[in-house]
T-cell receptor
Framework: AQKITQTQPGMFVQEKEAVTLDCTYDTSDQSYGLFWYKQPSSGEMIFLIYQGSYDEQNATEGRYSLNFQKARKSANLVISASQLGDSAMYFC????????????FGTGTSLTVIP | DAMVIQNPRYQVTQFGKPVTLSCSQTLNHNVMYWYQQKSSQAPKLLFH???????NEADTPDNFQSRRPNTSFCFLDIRSPGLGDAAMYLC????????????FGPGTRLTVL
């Protein structure tokens, strides 16, 4: 079975500082993708960044980077230079080859950026 | 711009009165999903389609039904809404394949009176 764990229900960060949101996963598949989504209070889920299980380099997308440690089964999201607009829920998700089109979500982390 | 559209954005219904939520996409994706999300929780998958192939989650109540008449449209029918069905309903699409992300619509927030 696939499982995503996010152990930080809430996080605070000072504006302009960097923050790391934790995500660990469990799967027996060798081929899988890891995704991070942002959900502001408006409710829409916004795709941020993706990492494939066979990617050797950590993914980066602007101020977002993914710290992928395959042996530890972790895929932490790093947000650099936090902005007030980064305040939102953040969800880690996984899609594995043996479970086809299904995505598995963690319970989310609520991030608050403090001015 | 290619996108996922949900209508309406806000829906109010009465206890027991059937309601239909709609989703359309211009991305031409094979896979469409319906999620239920309650406050401060992760989205919960209700069902998904791969083309016309319907996949129901084991714990999705019978009260929830879905239709996908063509590639672009997908509907969520709640036959007899209860107070516990008040939630945000999210539609998403994806191409098949492990490394493809989901694209979400803005959601429909359902209130049951």
């Amino acid at each position: 079975a696939q499982k995503i764990t996010q152990t930080q229900p809430g996080m605070f960060v000072q504006e302009k500082e960097a923050v790391t949101l934790d995500c660990t996963y469990d799967t027996s598949d060798q081929s899988y993708g890891l995704f991070w989504y942002k959900q502001p209070s408006s409710g829409e889920m916004i795709f941020l960044i993706y990492q494939g299980s066979y990617d050797e380099q950590n993914a980066t997308e602007g101020r977002y980077s993914l710290n992928f440690q395959k042996a530890r089964k972790s895929a932490n999201l790093v947000i650099s230079a936090s902005q007030l607009g980064d305040s939102a829920m953040y969800f880690c998700a996984m899609r594995a080859s043996n479970t086809g089109n299904q995505f598995y979500f963690g319970t989310g982390t609520s991030l608050t950026v403090i001015p | 711009d290619a996108m996922v559209i949900q209508n309406p954005r806000y829906q109010v219904t009465q206890f027991g009165k059937p309601v239909t939520l709609s989703c359309s996409q211009t991305l031409n994706h094979n896979v469409m999903y319906w999620y239920q999300q309650k406050s401060s929780q992760a989205p919960k998958l209700l069902f998904h389609y791969y083309d016309k192939d319907f996949n129901n989650e084991a714990d999705t109540p019978d009260n929830f039904q879905s239709r996908r008449p063509n590639t672009s449209f997908c509907f969520l029918d709640i036959r007899s809404p209860g107070l516990g069905d008040a939630a945000m309903y999210l539609c998403a699409t994806s191409s098949p394949g492990t490394y493809n992300e989901q694209f979400f619509g803005p959601g429909t927030r359902l209130t049951v009176l």
